[in-house]
């Protein structure tokens, strides 16, 4: 990463304004380097929502997409959360709503609900427990219910079902349009390529993808993985924004990721890297992109997400 001037003293001004409004900054490891690095705390779906659970700080920026700000919103109603930029949506949250989800409920009234943490606030309130792709199996086998509505995310749901035979599954056909971009035959040429690398995949990829993984894991149990790992080389099926904190973490193996373009260019998500230096300092400056949701919403939305807190444990 090269670091200019401009945005040193802007990563500068930042921090002394987060020290002085008491502000915690919580960054997604797929935001932009320069973002990553003004953050108090980088991390997953899952440790990001724990992070915001334990906190006393007044102010919560969240740096990431829109459901997760909303995630830190409803499990601090009482504070001050600002998502710097409001345009910055998950488009596979947006592909399932509170409506179908309801249908769907009535349709299979036995089953449970069981909500991704990458579906919006409205979402949350009609599902019974939420899973995040770090914890998603080790939810799905404890719960009761031998029938399980899993939404939004395909690649996911069918993750958790290979893993979880003895239930049955309705699984909601989203998906997350940068990791399904990755095809199987790429990972084939870059194992050809560096036949002494292993590969990490993420679960939102197609399961052809996950099929040749050496493992399959959320971003942090990925970088876990690289870590441990005795192999020098990791093929890394996921965002590149992941190879930040893989090679800060530990410099001296390679990473290797898809060089997979499609009409927009290389792949990687567009509304992560929505957040800017520029929009976190204002944001924060003017304390505006506040995440304002209705009572009711964040009441019942609550219950799936402290669910999920408890059964990961
Ligand atoms: P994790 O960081 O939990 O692996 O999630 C990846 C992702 O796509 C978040 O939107
Ligand atoms: Fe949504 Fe995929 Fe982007 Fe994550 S990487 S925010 S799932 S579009």
Known sequence: ?????????????????????????????????????????????????????????????????????????????????????????????????????????????????????????????????????SNAVKIVKKLKAKRIIFIPDQALGNWVKKNVPQKEFIIWKGFCPPHFEFTAREVRELKERYPDAVVAVHPECHPDVIDMADFVGSTSQIIEFATTTPAKRVIVITEVGLKYSLLKKNPNKEYIFPETMNYCGTVYCCTMKGITLQNVYESLKEEKNEVILPKEVIERAKRPILRMLELAK
């Open 1 to 133: 990463m090269v670091v200019t001037e401009q945005v040193k003293e802007l990563q500068e001004k930042i921090k002394e304004l987060a020290e002085k409004k008491k502000a915690l900054i919580l960054a997604h490891y797929y935001q932009r380097p320069e973002v990553q690095e003004i953050a108090h705390y980088v991390g997953d779906s899952f440790g990001l929502s724990k992070r915001a659970s334990q906190t006393d700080a007044e102010i919560i920026v969240f740096c990431g997409v829109r459901f997760m700000a909303e995630t830190a919103k409803i499990l601090n109603p009482d504070k001050k959360v600002i998502h710097p930029n409001p345009e910055s949506g998950c488009p596979m949250a947006d592909m399932v709503s509170k409506e179908q989800v309801l249908r769907l409920k009535e349709k299979y009234p036995d089953a449970e609900v069981v909500a991704y943490i990458n579906t919006n606030a409205e979402t949350k309130t009609v599902s019974d427990v939420c899973v995040t792709s």
